[in-house]
């Protein structure tokens, strides 16, 4: 009985990736719409920090940051432009207090790894919200936030190829 309940730990692994990728999606549907949803978690599940950690590779941090850091760059350039209109109505931003409350969860969680002398890679269950809100931001300010989306997505790729 034991045997047939065990589970290869590459597929357990990949269960609890794909339980971390739904609540991923459900948070961002609840926060935003369903194609800013997709995009966080496809940009995620791409994210050469969350893959390897995942499959238990060789670590990739450095290349995952310089994607994430391209990811805040386009999001904080994007913060200069005015929100855009579908249909004369002004896309949706996520709720201010939501935002807040992410911010203070990223904030206390770095704190809480600097102190603790964490590796770059402890602070991987913040990087969803990271994520959620620059794609949102694109989203709501860039009209080709999807192209913005796909090029990190495949910097991400190619960081996981060549290290």
Known sequence: ????LSLNPLITR???AACALAGI???AR????????VATVICFALYPVFLSEILLTQGR???G???????TLC???????????????????????????????????????????????????VIPFVMLIWISTLYRRVRAWRWVVGIICIG??????FK
Do not use: C, S, W
């Not at 609840?30 to 949803?37: D, G, S």
């Not at 940051?65 to 990811?71: F, P, V």
């Open 30 to 37: 609840l926060l935003t719409n369903r194609q800013v949803a």
């Open 61 to 63: 941090e450095m290349a």
């Open 75 to 125: 999001g904080l350039l994007a913060m200069a432009r005015p929100p855009l209109f579908d249909d004369k109505v002004e896309r949706p931003r996520i709720n201010v207090r939501a935002q807040i409350v992410m911010a203070v969860i990223i904030v206390a969680y770095v704190i809480t790894q600097f102190f603790k002398g964490g590796a770059a890679r402890d602070i991987l269950p």
């Open 1 to 4: 009985m034991h045997e047939i």
């Open 156 to 161: 991400f790729l190619l960081a996981l190829i």
């Open 14 to 16: 990949l269960l609890l």
């Open 65 to 71: 940051h310089m994607g994430l850091l391209a990811l």
């Open 25 to 27: 999606y459900y948070l």
